[in-house]
């Protein structure tokens, strides 16, 4: 637990208040704003644009569909911002039934705060050719299959387009998401060689 609340620069913006309280309890002296869900008001969008100006801003949203909505719309209004993610198996509440910031443990908030991804360089590596040649986009599979290369890299959730945006955004390196693919096929061959020795016996 090495992260000291003044290694935090940035304002952190968060959906709601159970959010904000529970950064507060393990980052006391941070500035948090709050969007108050996906009802985020034009003055809201005003004050994070002359925040991220002033201080920057690391946008820490539920992942889901209106999280990604909500990041989607701030990004795209007041400029380039940091970002951090937790996967859903990472914020589920106790009961099974919410997902959210609010239920994630300790460790993994201070986790995802430290690996937080910069959007201030884009080389537009990555196009829809890209996507295709991955299994990403255009095979049967292919949700499932971006669905578990976003929560392996912690980048919240994706459709084939914003996927090619975030891995732009984000620069993340191909021979990451090459090692990540190599080891499903591992996976997969393996699967497949012991489910036939079972079929065997």
Known sequence: MDLQNNNIKEVVVVEGYHDLAKLKSIYPDIDVVITNG?????????EL???????????????D???????RLINDYVGETKHAFLSKKDCISSNKKKVGIEHASREKIIQKMRNHYSSDVKNNEYSVK???????MGETDSKSKRKE???TLGIGLCNSKTLIKKLNMFQIERDKIEKILKRWKYEEYWDEISNKQRNDS
């Open 38 to 46: 996906s009802e985020i008001s034009l003055s809201t969008l005003n």
């Open 65 to 71: 569909y209106q999280g990604e909505r909500i990041r």
């Open 130 to 136: 890209d996507m295709v040649y991955y299994g990403l």
């Open 49 to 63: 644009k002359s925040l991220n100006k002033q201080r920057g801003l690391i946008l820490f949203l539920d992942p």
């Open 149 to 151: 290369l976003c929560e």
